[in-house]
Every structure is written in structure tokens, then in C-alpha cells.
């Protein structure tokens, strides 16, 4: 069964930095890309960045460009996502999910075949 759970979420200030985690299980990171998206209350969902399978790909959206990073840890099985500079309209649940193809996971065709129950952060002084 292939699950993906989300964890590192909480309340932070203005500036400041969180490492969100998403741990596979069912399968390997690399095997299939993963993309971490987000929705605020109100809003629809958005993509923030995405890899490839092998890691050796990443896509950033230009809100999150040089504060946020897309890590695969092979080893751990699991994708990191470092949020640094946090900004209050970063405000969102955060969900990663997983396709084998990197395609869908950048949004460009089809529909992405897992989620996660996704965590919440919030950007707020």
C-alpha cells in the first residue's frame, strides 16, 4: 500500500525557517517524483516545487524561489522540504504527493495518483 504522510508543520514568525517531511512508504522517492503543494483558506491548491525520480530535477514556484528547497533523502526514504524566510502568504496546509510521472507531478498532464493527509503551517506574528 502506498502512503505518504506529512509532518514538520506548526507556527512560526515572520523570517523564520521549518522543515516540512514527507516519509513514503510502498515504495521508493526514487522511483517516483514528488511535489509538495499547498492550500490556503479560500484558495485553491498551488504547486511549490516539485523533483524529479532520480532528484536530479527540481521545480520551484516563483513565490518560493531561494527561500524554499526540494530534497530527496534516498536512505530515509523520505522528501524534505526546507521553508526558509517564511512569509505570512506562505500561510497553508501543505501536502506532498507522488506519481511515477514527473510530468503529472509538475502539473503539465493527467493527475497526480497519491496524496497525503497534509500539515499545517502557519506564518504569523
Known amino acids: 500500500q502506498l502512503q505518504l504522510v506529512e509532518s514538520g508543520g506548526g507556527f512560526v514568525q515572520p523570517g523564520g525557517s521549518l522543515r516540512l517531511s514527507c516519509a513514503v512508504s510502498?515504495?521508493?522517492?526514487?522511483?517516483?517524483?514528488i511535489g509538495w503543494f499547498r492550500q490556503a483558506p479560500g484558495k485553491e491548491r498551488e504547486g511549490v516545487s516539485c523533483?524529479?525520480?532520480?532528484?536530479?530535477?527540481?521545480v520551484y514556484a516563483d513565490s518560493v524561489k531561494g527561500r524554499f528547497t526540494i530534497v530527496k533523502d534516498n536512505a530515509k526514504n523520505t522528501v524534505y522540504l526546507q521553508m526558509n524566510s517564511l512569509k505570512p502568504e506562505d500561510t497553508a496546509v501543505y501536502y506532498c504527493?507522488?506519481?511515477?510521472?514527473?510530468?503529472?507531478?509538475?502539473?503539465?498532464?493527467?493527475?497526480?495518483?497519491?496524496w497525503g493527509q497534509g500539515t499545517q503551517v502557519t506564518v504569523s506574528s
Open positions: 504527493a507522488a506519481d511515477p510521472n514527473y510530468r503529472i507531478v509538475q502539473g503539465i498532464v493527467g493527475r497526480i495518483a497519491y
Open positions: 510502498g515504495f521508493t522517492v526514487d522511483s517516483y517524483a
Open positions: 523533483i524529479n525520480n532520480f532528484g536530479g530535477d527540481t
